[in-house]
């Protein structure tokens, strides 16, 4: 599924892309903004949209760009109408460097959220939820300075493997392991998203949103079950070397071979 994408351009070395049912997502968009304006409503709701995918791209370059200098490359990010996903190679087993890769994203919003603030303000009686925005440019700022508090707040959320589950993942692997830290932010995680679905779909008939719960309940059990394949595999290929090694001492005639001639990996 995500493989059915639509290449970009490059952003610092990363390739952008879109999912092909962004595409939809868009002409979805559209429709409704021309129902209710025209022309003119068709503009603006493309330009809100595509305004905030800025901003969801920007909230992946905080992660990629940080991820990189702890050695994880990053090949893409992905988009698609409930947000954007960037690609690591690895995540780094340190609670450290996955706390501060974690936290780049979110505090992208707030600063772009503080920037906007600073230039454009908000409405009398923001935040509250029937805040009206200018029909304007300056609404449309606005709009984006409050959609970035709340991306950036709802992904702080201790949802794994959302932002605020990775944030958890991290405090709770200076205490265990990291498996045993994964299976209780999944845990935890699949709960809340369980939780938020319902309300998102019942109370507030928001589909959208509980599509996206949905989501984050799959991708949390199915991160779990990977690193978990993964602690298998490296303890299973360390017992091999151990054998190995004792099998044929090191000597200085005979220097150690390397597993990766030995073996070509698991089947």
């Not at 639509?6 to 559209?30: K, P, T």
């Not at 021309?34 to 920007?58: H, P, Y």
């Not at 908000?122 to 508090?149: C, H, I, M, R, Y």
């Amino acid at each position: 599924m995500l493989r059915w994408s639509i290449n970009l351009f490059r952003v610092f070395g990363i390739q952008l892309a879109l999912h092909v049912s962004f595409l939809l997502f868009l002409a979805y968009e559209g429709w409704e903004g021309w129902r209710e304006g025209g022309w003119e409503g068709l503009v603006g709701s493309l330009a809100l949209i595509v305004l905030f995918f800025v901003c969801v791209v920007m909230h992946e370059l905080g992660h990629s760009l940080t991820a990189r200098r702890f050695g994880v490359k990053v090949p893409r990010i992905l988009l698609m109408p409930i947000g954007g996903m960037a690609e690591f190679d690895h995540i780094p087993q340190q609670p450290r460097a996955e706390f501060l890769i974690t936290a780049a994203g979110p505090l992208v919003n707030f600063v772009i959220a503080a920037l906007l603030y600073a230039l454009f303000g908000v409405p009398k009686g923001w935040p509250a939820l029937n805040t009206e925005f200018p029909d304007t440019w300056l609404g449309l700022a606005q709009v984006l300075l409050s959609w970035n508090v709340t991306m950036g707040c709802f992904n702080l959320l201790p949802v794994f493997p959302m932002d605020g589950g990775r944030i958890f993942r991290a405090g709770l692997a200076t205490r265990m392991n990291y498996v045993r830290a994964t299976y209780w932010a999944s845990l935890v995680g699949k709960a809340l998203a369980l939780g938020g679905g319902v309300v998102a779909a019942y109370f507030w008939h928001n589909f959208l949103l509980a599509g996206l719960f949905l989501f984050i309940f799959f991708a949390g059990e199915t991160e779990y079950r990977s690193v978990l394949r993964r602690e298998r595999e490296d303890a299973y290929w360390a017992e091999m070397a151990r054998r190995l090694a004792a099998v044929a001492p090191v000597t200085p005639e005979s220097p150690p071979p390397r597993l990766s001639d030995c073996y070509h990996g698991p089947n």
